[in-house]
């Protein structure tokens, strides 16, 4: 596996080794200790989650305040681009963004540490999204920052306006409003 630390250094690509012939392919999709050695972390994961959408759905940004998740996403039919925003106030980068194509063709995924606001946008006709979670789904905890906050500027590309949310999502909050972490 290749790990790759994006511009925010905590949010890590990672490009699994794929072995593929004319019968198709294989590829370990999760190791917890090659992950752990990828990331310098040792998150445990206690939850996998499956989503399918459409183009030009928009998720997110959805984060937990208590019981913060990690997420290790990635895709397996269709392609999406995206994002990590840190919500961390005492972070270098705070209020940054960093985002990745995650496509079933290069099998990317890409780890999302606690303490990030997280979202997707499909850009194929749809997408089945997995996902990993280092803590449990808590309703009670979740919190959602809106996607086109422009104190953010995140460029969503192959973005149809406006993109297709849910009433959660329609009405995240700015940062500036949002409950963050310390």
């Known amino acids: 596996m290749k790990a790759t630390r994006l511009s925010i250094p905590e949010v890590v690509l990672i490009e699994p080794k ?3 012939d004319a019968r198709g392919f294989f590829f370990e999709s999760f190791n917890q200790k090659a992950f752990n050695e990828a990331t310098g972390t ?7 989650n499956h989503s399918r ?13 208590q019981q913060p998740q990690g997420k290790l996403v990635r895709v397996a039919r269709g392609a999406v681009f995206d994002v990590a925003v840190d919500i961390r106030r005492s972070s270098p980068t705070f209020g940054q963004w960093v985002g990745a194509e995650l496509t079933e063709d ?12 997280h979202g997707f946008v499909v850009l194929s006709e749809s997408a089945d999204f997995l996902y990993k979670t280092t803590d449990y789904y808590a309703p009670q ?10 104190s953010l500027g995140i460029e969503w590309p192959g973005l149809a306006l406006p993109p297709a949310l849910s009433g959660k999502d329609a009405a995240g909050l ?8 310390a």
Do not use: T
Request: proline content about 6%; aromatic content about 14%.
């Open 18 to 20: 794929v072995f593929g």
């Open 42 to 48: 040792n998150h445990q994961f206690v939850q996998d």
């Open 53 to 65: 959408s459409s183009r030009g759905v928009l998720r997110g940004l959805h984060y937990q305040i």
């Open 106 to 117: 290069n099998q990317h995924q890409l780890w999302v540490p606690p303490g990030f606001a």
């Open 141 to 150: 905890h979740e919190r959602c920052i809106v996607w086109n906050d422009p």
């Open 174 to 181: 700015s940062l500036q409003l949002a409950e963050l972490f």
